[in-house]
């Protein structure tokens, strides 16, 4: 009877103890797979809400509803969207390692495993690595020469050629309206040809204009809140050859704007393998092995990327001056400029990312292969008013009213504008060693 009953509290007691590890476990599992909050959504269709031409609303409502962290799934996929300066310091460089670029479908269809923007590959890493390090070798070479003043690799007389060039046709126009970001356009594209190409660029204004059209256009339908960016990447073979797929997820018209921006650019380039300007460089270096492919993408690249968001960068400058005009004489301080980049969000929800690899966020679980979002217009905007309302000064501005800029390139290009002694930002970014000293010749000729 005894050993009856012993034998039963043993099952009873080792069944409890099992009961309590099992619920200990899945407590545990439940707490650290805990997702941040978001909308509810259909079962494997996801949060549609946030595709289509409304989505940008949408994604800055969220914020108000749940928070400085959300999360939603759409099309299979984990979305979480940062809202907050803090969350995205820390995700972007507290996490560095488990963070990596997120190839869009439409994009992966036009780069074809190309250029440095999209991919998260070995090579594509390789290749921006090779770019920092060309631009590094050759501003410390200059350094040298030149007692530590940076120099951008073209010379100053080209720049300053085109700058005058700018403010002649503003002054023909004697005080007309005119549309500033077209002009700001040619004279950013033609600076950043010869750098990049060594080379003048022969291309008219209206070829020019024409083709940084069609530049932001795909720049503008190519965002990620869409069901043809979102879709597996086995679909990228399905637009190559199915001319039916891509007339339903409107993607001919993209495809026939990239190829004719690319042919024109590559048609006017011409050979750059013995050439030493920075794609030449590039070209000639052997560990990178580039392919035809590779230059033809990396030329694009470098042309889109770096005028489109530069002189939009240049155009909100002058709009944020003519609305807010300086008390004193123009001086561009680094207080100016951030808040110049505040006003802008050239790039609103920067570039997604992928998470290579899970970690926490905010006592959030953030899993590995969701797709992460840096909402820099959250944050400035957040600043802003901030800012605005307490009326702080530069030196009071902590770090998490700082702002964002999506490209380093128009911060340096301002600062070098300034005719007060502004120490250099670190540069990431080959165009970051231009010295575009035109703003403020610019903002004089508009009589800021």
Same mark, same amino acid.
């Not at 962290?69 to 969350?87: A, E, H």
């Not at 100053?156 to 500033?180: D, H, M, S, T, Y």
């Not at 505040?342 to 790039?347: D, E, G, L, M, P």
């Given at each position: 009877m005894w050993t009856i009953l012993l034998s039963t509290i043993n099952i009873t007691l080792a069944t409890a103890l099992m009961l309590s590890f099992i619920i200990i476990y899945l407590l545990y599992i439940q707490n650290s797979t805990k997702l941040p909050p978001g909308p509810t959504s259909w079962p494997l269709i996801g949060y549609t809400s946030c595709l289509g031409t409304d989505a940008f609303r949408k994604i800055q409502d969220l914020n108000k509803t749940y928070g400085d962290i959300v999360s939603f799934q759409v099309l299979g996929k984990t979305i979480i969207i940062l809202y907050n300066y803090d969350l995205i310091h820390e995700a972007a460089n507290g996490n560095r390692s488990k963070v990596g670029r997120y190839t869009m479908t439409v994009n992966d269809l036009l780069a074809e495993n190309s250029g440095i923007s999209n991919y998260d590959t070995q090579k594509a890493l390789e290749m921006r690595k090779a770019f920092v390090r060309l631009v590094h070798n050759n501003i410390k070479t200059t350094e040298e020469h030149e007692g530590n003043k940076l120099q951008p690799f073209i010379s100053q007389n080209i720049i300053n050629a085109q700058i005058n060039e700018l403010i002649r046709q503003l002054r023909i126009r004697q005080g007309k309206p005119v549309n500033v970001l077209q002009l700001m356009r040619c004279t950013v594209w033609r600076i950043i040809w010869n750098f990049i190409f060594g080379k003048e660029c022969q291309l008219t204004d209206k070829q020019i204009s024409d083709t940084l059209d069609d530049i932001s256009s795909n720049n503008l339908q190519n965002q990620l809140f869409q069901i043809r960016q979102l879709l597996p990447r086995f679909c990228v073979n399905i637009f190559k050859h199915s001319q039916f797929a891509r007339k339903l997820f409107e993607i001919e018209e993209i495809i026939y704007k990239h190829k004719t921006v690319r042919q024109l650019i590559d048609n006017n380039v011409g050979e750059m393998h013995n050439s030493d300007s920075l794609l030449g460089q590039l070209i000639n270096d052997s560990k990178l092995n580039l392919t035809k492919n590779d230059i033809s993408r990396l030329s694009f690249e470098f042309m889109a990327a770096g005028t489109d968001t530069t002189s939009l960068t240049l155009t909100w400058a002058c709009d944020y001056l003519a609305r807010a005009p300086p008390k004193e004489s123009l001086k561009l301080s680094s207080d100016l400029i951030d808040m110049i980049h505040r006003w802008a969000s050239v790039v609103p929800l920067s570039l997604p990312h &992928? /998470?290579?690899? =899970?970690? %926490? $966020? %905010?006592? !959030?679980? &953030?899993? %590995? =292969? =969701? &797709? $992460? &979002? !840096?909402? $820099? !217009?959250? /944050?400035h905007n957040s600043q802003i008013k901030k800012l605005i309302n307490t009326e702080q000064k530069s030196d009071e501005v902590q770090e998490s009213n700082k702002p964002i800029p999506f490209s380093l390139v128009v911060r340096y290009i301002l600062l070098q504008s300034s005719n007060s002694v502004v120490t250099p930002i670190p540069l990431c970014c080959p165009i970051c060693s231009l010295q575009l000293n035109f703003l403020k010749p610019l903002l004089k000729a508009f009589h800021f």
């Amino acid at each position: 009877m005894w050993t009856i009953l012993l034998s039963t509290i043993n099952i009873t007691l080792a069944t409890a103890l099992m009961l309590s590890f099992i619920i200990i476990y899945l407590l545990y599992i439940q707490n650290s797979t805990k997702l941040p909050p978001g909308p509810t959504s259909w079962p494997l269709i996801g949060y549609t809400s946030c595709l289509g031409t409304d989505a940008f609303r949408k994604i800055q409502d969220l914020n108000k509803t749940y928070g400085d962290i959300v999360s939603f799934q759409v099309l299979g996929k984990t979305i979480i969207i940062l809202y907050n300066y803090d969350l995205i310091h820390e995700a972007a460089n507290g996490n560095r390692s488990k963070v990596g670029r997120y190839t869009m479908t439409v994009n992966d269809l036009l780069a074809e495993n190309s250029g440095i923007s999209n991919y998260d590959t070995q090579k594509a890493l390789e290749m921006r690595k090779a770019f920092v390090r060309l631009v590094h070798n050759n501003i410390k070479t200059t350094e040298e020469h030149e007692g530590n003043k940076l120099q951008p690799f073209i010379s100053q007389n080209i720049i300053n050629a085109q700058i005058n060039e700018l403010i002649r046709q503003l002054r023909i126009r004697q005080g007309k309206p005119v549309n500033v970001l077209q002009l700001m356009r040619c004279t950013v594209w033609r600076i950043i040809w010869n750098f990049i190409f060594g080379k003048e660029c022969q291309l008219t204004d209206k070829q020019i204009s024409d083709t940084l059209d069609d530049i932001s256009s795909n720049n503008l339908q190519n965002q990620l809140f869409q069901i043809r960016q979102l879709l597996p990447r086995f679909c990228v073979n399905i637009f190559k050859h199915s001319q039916f797929a891509r007339k339903l997820f409107e993607i001919e018209e993209i495809i026939y704007k990239h190829k004719t921006v690319r042919q024109l650019i590559d048609n006017n380039v011409g050979e750059m393998h013995n050439s030493d300007s920075l794609l030449g460089q590039l070209i000639n270096d052997s560990k990178l092995n580039l392919t035809k492919n590779d230059i033809s993408r990396l030329s694009f690249e470098f042309m889109a990327a770096g005028t489109d968001t530069t002189s939009l960068t240049l155009t909100w400058a002058c709009d944020y001056l003519a609305r807010a005009p300086p008390k004193e004489s123009l001086k561009l301080s680094s207080d100016l400029i951030d808040m110049i980049h505040r006003w802008a969000s050239v790039v609103p929800l920067s570039l997604p990312h &992928i /998470v290579r690899e =899970s970690f %926490k $966020l %905010k006592n !959030y679980y &953030i899993p %590995k =292969s =969701s &797709i $992460l &979002i !840096y909402n $820099l !217009y959250a /944050v400035h905007n957040s600043q802003i008013k901030k800012l605005i309302n307490t009326e702080q000064k530069s030196d009071e501005v902590q770090e998490s009213n700082k702002p964002i800029p999506f490209s380093l390139v128009v911060r340096y290009i301002l600062l070098q504008s300034s005719n007060s002694v502004v120490t250099p930002i670190p540069l990431c970014c080959p165009i970051c060693s231009l010295q575009l000293n035109f703003l403020k010749p610019l903002l004089k000729a508009f009589h800021f």
